[in-house]
């Protein structure tokens, strides 16, 4: 098993240093990903310089543009997690490789994992750049006074993010849906996390219903934890989230044992339904398209 968990992981490191050649190869896109991290994040930024002279983002510290950074940084991950797993799997199909990748010594997942690197590259530094602009240009402040769960929150918030996207990826052969709008990605991406997940306002502002919406997503409980740990002022011990105010523990601890707990959901399912797609497709003979 040893063994074979270092195949995978050598062959996830060949694609990633793939996938950053083809990335690097062409200097002014570079350039221009630069520029368009900066404008994107400076429009954000300005947007909660005027709101957050009225925001009140209780109990979540005074620093509304530290908020909105937390927001774009959760934002960046999930874009690329739950986004990406799709699209790489209809890269794959469209350029008829997958059944070379599955007759190889490699996991179902790992040419996914291995290509999604391309986003990875293009996303990840993102969230660098939006703490180094918030704080060099917009007076965004942070502390880091538990790095290790705030590293746990951010990897649970990756996996369970991922899963979700594998989710979505496995709908490409077990629904058939290889052209038009994927439906888990449009409704979790575009619809449920774009209005409930709370990347530039509390969703204690919202609607209790869509309180409720928004606790089906992880990006609820990552972003509430995150900005009591990491926003100057923030209040550890004041329930805001539906969960909160029924489960009388800890919030912070209450956000971590969901979060683990979708986590290991979703990126279950994921990997089931995708596996379940790929069979069926080897049953159907729509593995691959003919070249």
């Known amino acids: ?23 690097t190869s ?8 630069i520029l368009d991290v900066f404008i994107n994040s400076a429009l954000f930024f300005m947007l909660s310089l005027l709101m957050g002279k009225h925001a009140n983002i209780a109990p979540y510290g005074n620093n509304y543009v ?12 999930s874009y690329t ?10 890269r794959i199909y469209w350029n008829g490789t997958m059944d070379l990748y599955l007759l190889s010594p490699l996991s179902l997942v790992t040419p996914v994992i291995g290509i999604m690197y391309r986003s990875v590259l293009d996303d990840y530094p993102r969230v660098l750049l939006a703490f180094l602009f918030g704080t060099l240009f917009f007076g965004a402040a942070f502390r880091f006074m538990q790095p290790f769960t705030i590293l746990l929150i951010v990897i649970l918030l990756g996996i369970s993010t991922f899963g979700i996207g594998m989710i979505s990826a496995s709908s490409f052969f077990l629904l058939n849906l290889k052209v038009g709008t994927e439906p888990v990605k449009f409704i979790f991406q575009d619809i449920i996390i774009a209005l409930a997940a709370g990347y530039f306002y509390p969703i204690s502002v919202l609607p209790y219903s869509l309180q409720l919406v928004s606790s089906v997503l992880p990006h609820t409980y990552a972003l509430d934890a995150l900005r009591r740990l990491m926003i100057p002022g923030g209040n550890p011990n004041i329930p805001v989230l539906p969960i909160q105010k029924i489960w009388h523990v800890s919030p912070i601890f209450s956000d971590l044992v969901i979060l683990l707990a979708m986590s290991v959901v979703f990126l279950f399912l994921g990997f089931y339904l995708y596996a379940l797609g790929i069979e069926r497709a080897r049953r159907n003979g729509t593995l691959t398209r003919w070249q």
């Not at 530290?66 to 991950?77: P, Q, W």
């Open 1 to 23: 098993m040893r063994r074979n968990f270092i195949v995978q992981l050598r062959s996830v490191i060949a694609f990633a240093k793939r996938e950053y050649v083809i990335w």
């Open 81 to 90: 997690n739950l986004g990406d797993p799709y699209d790489r799997v209809a």
């Open 66 to 77: 530290s908020f909105v950074v937390l927001g774009l940084s959760a934002y960046y991950i």
């Open 26 to 33: 062409y200097k002014v896109n570079i350039v221009t990903w």
